[in-house]
């Protein structure tokens, strides 16, 4: 297991279905796949990785995702939150990811309003 030096967390607003976003984050390029939530039960979540990063959504009420991701690279991680922003961005869901260092000080933050 990694040491989890840098993270990430943010929310994605949508009412998509589990494998529907899968099927959006799978645009990002890296490898996605569908997990079973330890914290709920009968709960998933999508898990897309890149070398030693990570990052998932958990659907945790109809129409929010919670994400998490961790690394102990922190460019590997910021390549990942950013692929994964720019998916979001593609399909138009709202979200906001934000990095942070070992210092848990604030890298980056990708980010998608509503809309014009």
Do not use: F
Not at 23 to 52: N, W
Not at 59 to 69: C, H, N, S, T
Not at 81 to 102: G, T
Request: hydrophobic residues 35%; contains cysteine.
């Amino acid at each position: 297991m990694i040491e989890d030096e840098y993270i990430a967390s943010g929310t994605i607003r949508s009412s998509a279905s589990l494998p529907q976003m899968l099927e959006t984050l799978s645009s990002c390029g890296q490898s996605a796949k569908l997990g079973e939530s330890s914290h709920s039960k009968g709960g998933q979540y999508v898990r897309i990785k890149h070398g030693e990063s990570r990052v998932t959504a958990e659907k945790i009420e109809p129409a929010m995702y919670l994400l998490r991701g961790e690394s102990g690279q922190p460019g590997e991680l910021e390549l990942l939150c950013e692929a994964v922003s720019n998916a979001l961005k593609s399909a138009h869901v709202i979200h906001s990811i934000e990095l942070y260092d070992r210092d848990e000080l604030l890298k980056n933050r990708y980010a998608h309003e509503a809309d014009a």
